[in-house]
């Protein structure tokens, strides 16, 4: 005999459908350094500023450059992922826990030590 049994219950969780969200990034770890630093010399980021330039002028040709420079080495991409929380047990303290055991996951199977597995 055994005292186990089966048990069933009914969680009244509402759970609202995922919603998709889009977001535009831009792939900054395939960028080659040298085209950057080349684009940015040849750019008039690279000489010096008129005397008469005011700072809103300075600040807007630094933002358009830049820009320029970025949308023709890493072109922006759009992506879509799930908004909100990802289920519904998942909670603050949960959230903080996580990255820093994935970190120590992730240095584990780097060593293999033992006070890693541990930790």
Known sequence: MS??????????????????????????????????????QASPLSTPPSADADVEQLSTTYDTMLRDIADRLVPSRTIYYRAGRPTPWVDAEYRAVRP??????RLYRRTRRPDGRLA
């Open 3 to 40: 005292d186990h049994a089966l048990v069933l219950f009914h969680l009244p969780l509402r759970r609202d459908s995922p919603s998709l969200a889009e977001r535009l990034v831009r792939g900054w770890r395939r960028i080659d350094r040298e085209k950057l630093r080349h684009e940015r």
């Open 100 to 105: 820093v055991c994935r970190r120590l996951e």
